[in-house]
């Protein structure tokens, strides 16, 4: 990342609750010839800025399909981005007559919405699954797009859940500002939103994904430090002390809401159960071995690797339930419609349904509208 690029990243990192849209369309990585090869992502913003950062070097085409501005992951599972999507972007940057070859590369967590075969149907294109995460594809497409299993699973390092705890701070600082405004004056809404500012600033800078700013790190840490110290003694000196308490108030509130949220995160999704979401979807992944022709489908986009392939039986076995989080990816990729989700009441939901149906933000099935 150049260093001019950090004020559009650290927007685009503090509001990526919201979607926020990219230029969609074929755009050339390096400089690609007809035969390299063809990444498909979302239309989100800050997908499509890291993408060209971890790209750097490479030799690619990234086909930015609209998902309304949402990543690819909560687009797929929500009924933004499907393979109607993926199918029209194809068409529309004539995709066919730009590379010489027929294959696509969908990224992995599109397969709770994306029915690949679906696209080779209609377009002639083969597809292949990428990569869990966007870092993994240099690795990937240095071994000939090939994925190791360890690169299907979906992992949470504890940088990336202090920066899903820290993206709160934007919508907080947008609630917070006008309630401070008017309870407390001007002087106390502005060092409380100085405040916020600087901290989610500090946070940001402090992640590893900021790492390539290198040697300018640590200057633009002080920078963020120094200007939270001066915002604060400055509203300080002109309130007379009057907003000491407010400001120290959302600062504890915030240390105490980042350390909750760091180690909830999972309350924050549909598909994690976890103690702000305790009831989500409490669904057992369930296979009809009869029906099951281990084609490994559904293992290839599992990514909480539940699912094993047992190549001496030819068969899926489900491995580790417990780890399911429900997110219907294998049921939606299964050929046979082998997989369903069983409730403990004893009802199931089988692949017809999983496939038109998306999960909205609290985790509830709705209809989708094709
Ligand atoms: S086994 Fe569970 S976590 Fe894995 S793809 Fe299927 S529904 Fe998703």
Known sequence: MKLLDFPAYLRDTAFRLLPHRARTGLFPIGDPGPGAPVLVTG????????????????AAWLLVVNSKGFNVW???GGG????????????????????????VI??????????????????GFETRWGPARLEDLPAFLGRGSRVFNAERFMRFPGWERQEMAAIWYAPALILLTPILWFALGPAAALAGSAGLVVMVATLFAMLPRFNPLGRWRLPILLGFGLFGAL????????SGGATLWPLIAIGTTNLIGTGLLFMDLSGTTPWYPSVVNTGANPATITLNEARCNGSGDCVMVCPRQVLKMNGRRRKVEIREPAQCIQCGACIVQCPRDALLFRYADGSTVEAPTIRNTRLNLLGKRRTLHR
């Not at 239309?43 to 490479?58: E, P, S």
């Not at 604060?232 to 002109?238: H, P, Q």
Request: charged share 20%.
């Open 43 to 58: 239309n989100f913003t800050l997908t499509v800025r890291r993408l060209r950062d971890v790209l750097a070097g490479q």
């Open 74 to 76: 909560c687009a797929a």
């Open 80 to 103: 933004h981005l499907t393979h109607h999507d993926i199918i029209s972007a194809m068409r529309v940057a004539h995709l066919a007559d730009k590379v010489s070859h027929r294959e």
């Open 106 to 123: 969908l990224p992995q967590l599109a397969a709770t919405g994306v029915e690949r075969r679906a696209i080779t149907t209609a377009t």
């Open 231 to 238: 915002a604060g003694w400055g509203l300080l000196a002109a």
